[in-house]
């Protein structure tokens, strides 16, 4: 006896499902942003180039390891620990910046988002952290401070009234000997 099944549509959505896989495998691995995910016990259970690249651990190297092995934080421990405790207990996201120590002692402005992992049974079965490298932002903006703040002083060390206004008419800037002028 023999007894045939079709199985056209389990094998095509098992297809779908493995395309599916391979795409969100892609997206993983290049993001600009390292990609962390951790288990309970705040292991590292994935890893994605950008993370190697960031904390100059490669992907074997980092898979296991508690994140007190991987990554120098400008946070206490205990601060780290907390939040992580209240990321898998409250299951909110947890937003921080912080300065972040690699393997290579290179320190670099991180700024992290962390986000619980929830399975289908509403479990908290670990966390996932997207870190951005905003060390360049960080250095632009206090560059753009310091031009501002040098920019401010020459102005207000000129003998001239020094007003900036726009198209409109309405003032943006003016000097301390503008100030003292019209008051």
């Given at each position: 006896?023999?007894?045939?099944?079709?199985?056209?549509?389990?094998?095509?959505?098992?297809?779908?499902?493995?395309?599916?896989?391979?795409?969100?495998?892609?997206?993983?691995d290049q993001?600009?942003?390292?990609v962390?995910?951790?288990?309970i016990?705040?292991?590292?259970?994935?890893?994605?180039?950008?993370?190697?690249k960031?904390?100059?651990?490669?992907?074997?190297?980092?898979?296991?390891?508690?994140?007190?092995?991987?990554?120098?934080?400008?946070?206490?421990?205990?601060?780290?620990?907390?939040?992580?405790e209240l990321?898998?207990?409250?299951?909110?996201?947890?937003k921080?910046?912080?300065?972040?120590?690699?393997?290579?002692?290179?320190?670099?402005?991180?700024?992290?988002?962390n986000?619980?992992?929830?399975?289908?049974?509403?479990?908290?079965?670990?966390a996932?952290?997207?870190?951005?490298?905003?060390?360049?932002?960080?250095?632009?903006e206090?560059?753009?401070r310091?031009?501002?703040l040098e920019?401010?002083?020459?102005?207000?060390?000129?003998?001239d009234?020094?007003i900036?206004?726009?198209?409109?008419?309405?003032?943006l800037?003016y000097?301390?000997?503008a100030?003292?002028?019209f008051?």
């Amino acid at each position: 006896i023999l007894v045939f099944h079709d199985v056209t549509e389990q094998y095509r959505m098992r297809q779908v499902l493995q395309e599916k896989e391979r795409h969100l495998k892609l997206h993983i691995d290049q993001t600009p942003l390292a990609v962390i995910e951790w288990d309970i016990d705040f292991r590292v259970t994935g890893w994605n180039p950008a993370a190697e690249k960031l904390f100059g651990y490669s992907k074997e190297e980092a898979l296991g390891q508690h994140y007190t092995n991987l990554i120098i934080s400008s946070l206490e421990p205990a601060k780290i620990e907390k939040n992580y405790e209240l990321l898998i207990l409250n299951q909110s996201v947890v937003k921080q910046i912080d300065k972040s120590t690699n393997r290579f002692g290179e320190v670099h402005d991180c700024e992290w988002f962390n986000t619980p992992l929830i399975d289908e049974s509403s479990q908290v079965i670990g966390a996932a952290s997207l870190v951005d490298d905003i060390t360049l932002r960080i250095q632009a903006e206090e560059k753009n401070r310091e031009q501002q703040l040098e920019q401010r002083q020459l102005l207000d060390n000129l003998l001239d009234a020094v007003i900036t206004v726009d198209e409109d008419g309405v003032v943006l800037s003016y000097n301390l000997p503008a100030e003292k002028l019209f008051g």
